[in-house]
């Protein structure tokens, strides 16, 4: 399976920005997909994932009711919708893919993630 994430740049806060996370390979045992971001000296942490039959999603505290998380099953391409952006916001976002079931809470576990995508960075200038 390989992920390759675009749609970074350079904003200013309270701006939005669409990423996209294309996936190609043997994608059928796909469960459940995901976005993480690092910033600089921090370690990598949990955004959001979607159930990639369901469709259902899950976010991490700091970005729920700014961030969606969307898919399009028939390209194999997730999209995060970032709105309002923040400079904290500010990071390399990667997405990652799992073959493991999880629910909610339990897809915030970086090392059940088995692809992950190069990363695309997010810069939110104050």
């Known amino acids: 399976v390989q992920l390759v994430e675009s749609g970074g740049g350079l904003v200013q806060t309270g701006d939005s920005l669409r990423l996209s996370c294309a996936a190609s390979?043997?994608?059928?045992?796909?469960?459940?997909m995901a976005w993480f971001r690092q910033a600089p000296g921090k370690e990598r942490e949990f955004v959001g994932s979607?159930?990639?039959?369901?469709?259902?999603?899950y976010y991490a505290d700091s970005v729920k009711g700014r961030f969606t998380i969307s898919k399009n099953n028939a390209d194999n391409t997730m999209y995060l919708q970032m709105n309002s952006l923040k400079p904290e916001d500010t990071g390399v976002y990667f997405c990652?893919?799992?073959?493991?079931?999880?629910?909610?809470?339990?897809?915030?576990?970086?090392?059940?993630?088995?692809?992950w995508g190069q990363g695309t960075q997010v810069t939110v200038s104050s």
């Open positions: 990652a893919r799992r073959g493991y079931y999880c629910e909610d809470a339990g897809c915030a576990d970086i090392p059940m993630y088995d692809y």
């Open positions: 390979g043997r994608t059928a045992s796909t469960l459940v």
């Open positions: 979607i159930n990639w039959s369901s469709g259902r999603t």
